[in-house]
């Protein structure tokens, strides 16, 4: 079987936002956060512990990372290939069971149909933050 595809959100500036919010994170959980989208492009059935949605009866998912913060980047699949590819659409944490910001999933279903209306302009292929 192929390796998916990852793509990241392009915002109306033209900056990957999933990149930026990668680049804020402690050298430790980066290397989880790598981790987990390596295993993902491999085998994108995660089980529910590792990838958790769909969300609020929305086309998003979680991928669950612990470390010192409980990182939770929200995706979706697709949306332009549903069956080759996930697009990283927002960088979120989890406190106590709640998703820090509150709104993280709508944001990250703004940003799926704003991808949806304009694949080429609103997401780049992923790129890998390392340290």
Wanted: glycine share 6%; hydrophobic share 35%.
């Amino acid at each position: 079987m192929a390796n998916f595809k990852l793509f990241d959100y392009v915002d109306n500036r033209g900056v990957n936002d999933f990149k930026e919010w990668s680049k804020g994170l402690e050298k430790k959980d980066l290397a989880k956060l790598n981790s987990k989208l390596d295993s993902l492009q491999k085998e994108p059935s995660l089980p529910p512990q590792l990838l958790a949605g769909p969300l609020g009866g929305l086309p998003i998912y979680k991928l669950r990372i612990n470390g010192n913060v409980a990182l939770r980047p929200m995706l979706c699949k697709g949306p332009v290939n549903m069956g080759e590819e996930f697009t990283l659409l927002f960088g979120a944490e989890e406190k106590d069971r709640k998703l820090i910001p509150a709104d993280a999933v709508k944001r990250a279903d703004d940003r799926r149909q704003e991808v949806v209306q304009n694949p080429t302009q609103r997401r780049c292929p992923h790129e890998r933050v390392s340290r």
